[in-house]
C-alpha cells in the first residue's frame, strides 16, 4: 500500500462501512440449516437440493477459514453433479439419493466404477477430498473414510495426499494476529498491506499498491449482479492483480471493514 499512490480524501467512519451480509433475497435472515429445511427430503429434487447446497457452500474451503479459487469452485461444483448423475448411469443406483441422504454404499460404488474405468489414483483421490468437502457441509465428517478403506493403494494416494496437507500458518499455530500486531508496530506500511492479505485474500502486489481512499464502491458500481450481492460497499481490486484483471471483495464482515479503516489511517497519518 504504497503512500505516494494513494489519493487524499476524506476518510469514511468504521460505522459507514457496517452492513447486513446479502445473499439471495428469498434468505435475507435464514441460516443454511433453516434454508435447507424448506426443502424437504423426499419432496425436493435431489439435484436441487445439491445446487442448493452449491450456492450455500462452495466458496468454503474444506480445511481453511477462507474462500478457494473461482477454478477450485467450478471443478467442484461440476464433479459433484457429475458424480450424481453417475449414481445412476454408471454405479446402477435406480433413483438418485438426496444428498443429504448420501451414505457409504453410494461412494463405494462410485469408487469401484472410478477404478474399473482406470482413473489414476490422485484423481480418484480428488475426487474424495470434493465429497469429503460436501460431506463437511452436511455435518457428516466421518462419511467420506480414508483412501485405502476402498481399495487404494498407500504408495498410489500418499504422495497426492502429502501435496493436499495444510501447510498454513493458522494449522501449524502460529499466532497470526499477534505477528500481525508486531509488523504493525514495526513498520506500519508492511503491517496494513498484510492485514489486508490476511482479511480479504488479497495478493502481494494487491495489496501494496490498494488505495484505502479510493478503491472502496458501492455495490450498484461494481456492475456485479444483484443477486449476487453480499454488501453494501466493496474493494476493487485491479492493480497488481494476476494479468490486471478487475474484480471485488465484498466487505462483509467487521474484520475486513477494520483492515479498510487501518489502512486509511496509516495513509493519513504517514
Not at 228 to 241: C, E, F, H, N, V
Not at 245 to 264: N, S
Amino acid at each position: 500500500m504504497s503512500k505516494a499512490t494513494v489519493h487524499t480524501r476524506t476518510s469514511r467512519t468504521a460505522t459507514s462501512l457496517v452492513h447486513q451480509p446479502r445473499r439471495r433475497q428469498e434468505w435475507n435472515g435464514l441460516s443454511a440449516q433453516e434454508i435447507l429445511a424448506r426443502h424437504p427430503t423426499g419432496k425436493t429434487p435431489p439435484l436441487k437440493v445439491l445446487e442448493l447446497l452449491i450456492d450455500l457452500f462452495n466458496k468454503q474451503h474444506t480445511a481453511r477459514h477462507k474462500e478457494v479459487s473461482f477454478k477450485t469452485r467450478q471443478e467442484r461444483a461440476d464433479f459433484l453433479r457429475r458424480f450424481f448423475r453417475d449414481l445412476k448411469h454408471k454405479a446402477g443406483f435406480k433413483t438418485l439419493p438426496d444428498p443429504r441422504n448420501l451414505g457409504e454404499r453410494h461412494i463405494k460404488a462410485m469408487v469401484a466404477v472410478w477404478q474399473k474405468e482406470k482413473l489414476a489414483p490422485a484423481t480418484i483421490q480428488t475426487y474424495l477430498s470434493f465429497l469429503r468437502g460436501l460431506a463437511q457441509w452436511l455435518g457428516k465428517h466421518g462419511l467420506v473414510r480414508q483412501p485405502q478403506h476402498y481399495g487404494l493403494k498407500p504408495d498410489e494416494y500418499e504422495r497426492h495426499e502429502a501435496a493436499e496437507r495444510d501447510k498454513s500458518w493458522s494449522a501449524q499455530q502460529i499466532d497470526i494476529d499477534g505477528l500481525l500486531g508486531k509488523m504493525c508496530r514495526f513498520d506500519p506500511y508492511v503491517g496494513a498491506a498484510m492485514w489486508l492479505v490476511r482479511t480479504m485474500g488479497l495478493r502481494r502486489k494487491e495489496a501494496i499498491m490498494f488505495r484505502p481512499h479510493v478503491c472502496v464502491v458501492a455495490f450498484e458500481a461494481t456492475g456485479l449482479p444483484l443477486h449476487k450481492r453480499k454488501a453494501d460497499l466493496y474493494a476493487r481490486i485491479k492493480g497488481g492483480s494476476k494479468g490486471g484483471r478487475e474484480r471485488f471483495v465484498a466487505l462483509d464482515t467487521p474484520e475486513r471493514v477494520a483492515a479498510i479503516e487501518h489502512a486509511r489511517t496509516v495513509v493519513n497519518e504517514g
